[in-house]
């Protein structure tokens, strides 16, 4: 059971990467964001891919202040989520015309694949709303690898081999057993033959994406950050969402404070 979690999608379910506070580690493919919940009931902070806290006439603040850090590079790794009306839409189309009716904007087809996840994290953080919030917060991998590279967009995409040794290097650097974490995940659920594999043969991205979110999730609160410093607010029906990214700390700016000034949530 991991004390820090780091969750990602792969099409193929939900890969966690958990890290324990006795220098273990555990990686599994779940099914839903409850069985990794359930999974690891003693988790402290469980950082997952996916965007927390939706809005219903306004672009997420926190999106726009990623894209300006991951500029030129490896911006296009952040996609715009749409409102929530266009969330739970039943079709493209009818999202298109909701999004753009809302904001002025259309709804990219990257996101539109990703509005079912959007909703299961919706949901099921409505389900347990006395537990969930400052629990299970949204991060995103490039921006932590940014901020593991000193503030600097990688240049190398983590498709190729010399983004993924580029990647290990930099979550190395920070916890002892990530290559052997990442080894340990290929060979469990990508090496496989096809009939046996869980995750597709190129998810090896995702091993990345999932132990960067972990590695991340295991930083005290003076190492992290949150943007914007501001954030805007998701009202659901009794309590309030924070729309925000949780990331590791870098040279202070405007749009960030750290998670020690707001405290848990």
């Not at 555990?26 to 690891?40: K, L, Q, R």
């Not at 996916?50 to 996609?79: K, M, N, Q, W």
């Not at 132990?211 to 991340?216: G, Y």
């Amino acid at each position: 059971m991991a004390a820090y979690l780091g969750l990602d999608w792969t099409e193929h379910g939900w890969l966690g990467v958990g890290l324990h506070e006795d220098g273990g580690y555990n990686v599994d493919v779940y099914p839903s964001i409850s069985s990794a919940w359930v999974a690891n009931p003693d988790s402290r902070r469980a950082l997952v891919d996916v965007p927390i806290g939706l809005t219903d006439t306004e672009r997420r603040r926190c999106e726009e202040v990623a894209i300006g850090y991951l500029a030129p590079e490896r911006h296009h790794s952040i996609f715009w989520t749409p409102v929530r009306d266009a969330v739970f839409s039943r079709t493209l189309a009818e999202a298109k015309r909701i999004n753009q009716r809302a904001i002025g904007q259309s709804v990219q087809t990257q996101a539109w694949r990703l509005c079912p996840r959007i909703r299961e994290v919706d949901d099921f953080i409505a389900l347990l709303p006395d537990e969930a919030p400052g629990t299970l917060r949204e991060s995103h991998p490039e921006l932590c690898f940014w901020a593991f590279n000193e503030a600097r967009p990688l240049e190398h995409s983590k498709h190729d081999e010399a983004g993924i040794e580029q990647r290990l290097s930099l979550l190395t650097a920070r916890h002892e057993l990530a290559t052997q974490i990442y080894k340990d995940a290929v060979e469990t659920f990508i090496d496989p033959p096809p009939y046996a594999r869980r995750l597709g043969r190129n998810g090896r991205a995702d091993v990345l994406d999932a132990l960067a979110l972990a590695v991340t999730a295991a930083s005290s609160d003076r190492k992290l950050r949150r943007i914007p410093a501001k954030p805007q607010r998701d009202q659901r029906a009794g309590y309030t969402l924070d729309i925000e990214m949780v990331m590791p700390a870098v040279a202070r700016r405007p749009e960030q404070v750290s998670l020690d000034e707001v405290g848990h949530r």
